[in-house]
């Protein structure tokens, strides 16, 4: 069966009179099946971002659409993820309808979260960025006491690699050269208001 673009169409500057004559119209339901059809492309790839303690608590998270619109969904989410997620060696795992990949370090697991039909090799790079960025910001130190430490670093290397569900960056270098410019722009505002004062 032929696809429907390749059945006759008019030439340029040509009616539909000239169409007509060249044969018959596709038949009826000569479109794909369902199944075949690609997902439109978006830039909006990423649901969600969390970082737990090694209990399943939560530490750092951020969710970009409304797939769980309450801190109560998505707490259970989390919980859900972890019990799955915590006692295996594999770095993807499918759940709900959604592809995770995730990493753990010392006492936190990262995780990554996209729609179902999200290619793992983009959520695995947000993740590796995410994790390297954090291990050159926190000195190699990528645990949970010193994440807490540091929380506001840690949001504004997400910010940076992350905005409203789209990738901004995947490569670490970029993005604490990016977070150091902001830290220092953010003091020197201070120093300016200090001396105005």
């Known amino acids: 069966m032929q696809r429907p ?37 978006s830039l909006y790839t990423i649901k969600a971002v969390f970082i737990l303690d090694n209990d399943g608590n939560r530490l750092l998270a951020k969710y970009y659409d409304g797939t769980f619109p309450s801190m109560k969904e ?22 709900g309808g959604m592809t995770i990949v995730y990493k753990s370090s010392i006492d936190l697991f990262l995780y990554v979260v996209g729609s179902s039909h999200e290619n793992e090799l983009m959520l695995m790079s947000v993740l590796t960025c995410l994790f390297e960025s954090l291990n050159h910001m926190l000195r190699k130190n990528v645990e949970k006491r010193w994440l807490l430490e540091n929380m506001d670093g840690a949001f ?19 993005v604490i050269q990016k977070v150091n410019f902001r830290v220092l722009q953010s003091a020197k505002e201070q120093i300016k208001w200090s001396l105005l004062k």
């Open 74 to 95: 998505q707490m259970v989410f989390e919980k859900n993820v972890f019990n799955k997620t915590s006692r295996t060696e594999s770095e993807i795992a499918f759940f």
């Open 156 to 174: 504004l290397v997400l910010d940076e690699i992350v905005d409203g569900g789209v990738i901004l960056e995947s490569d670490p270098q970029q």
């Open 5 to 41: 673009e390749a059945w006759p169409r008019p030439h340029p500057g040509e009616g539909a009179a000239a169409a007509q004559t060249r044969g018959p119209a596709p038949p009826a339901g000569a479109e794909e099946p369902s199944g075949l059809r690609l997902q439109e492309p």
